[in-house]
């Protein structure tokens, strides 16, 4: 508990934007050690689904139905991974869920911060 550190949802209009950010502790996780760093969502009745991840060296995965919305970015020596989120829909709405994997494929999970995109 606590090795990820979530912030920054919150309640927005559609076409609104928010940024959310997940730092994983330094005590728990050296700089050298986080491979993968990504956000998954789980709306209401649905599954979890990756929303984006970025690699340690930068290279990112978007889903389809943020791509072109959505920018995800990372600061190595902060240990620390950005979403930016634009152009908000409704449908954007769910709790998203901060993910890292280490080099040793170990996975941890936040807690989730919910975003809520009304119409």
């Known amino acids: 508990q606590g090795q990820l550190v979530e912030s920054g949802g919150g309640l927005v209009q559609a076409g609104g934007s928010l940024r959310l950010s997940c730092t994983a502790s330094?005590?728990?996780?050296?700089?050298?050690?986080?491979?993968?760093m990504g956000w998954y969502r789980r709306a209401p009745g649905k599954e979890r689904e990756l929303v984006a991840n970025?690699?340690?060296?930068?290279?990112?995965n978007y889903a389809d139905s943020v791509k072109g919305r959505f920018t995800i970015s990372r600061d190595n020596a902060k240990n620390t991974v950005y979403l930016q989120m634009n152009s908000l829909k409704p449908e954007d709405t769910a709790v998203y869920y901060c993910?890292?994997?280490?080099?040793?494929?170990?996975?941890?999970w936040g807690r989730g911060t919910q975003v809520t995109v009304s119409s």
């Open positions: 330094r005590t728990f996780f050296s700089i050298f050690s986080i491979n993968v």
């Open positions: 970025i690699m340690r060296g930068g290279s990112t």
């Open positions: 993910k890292t994997t280490t080099r040793d494929l170990d996975d941890y």
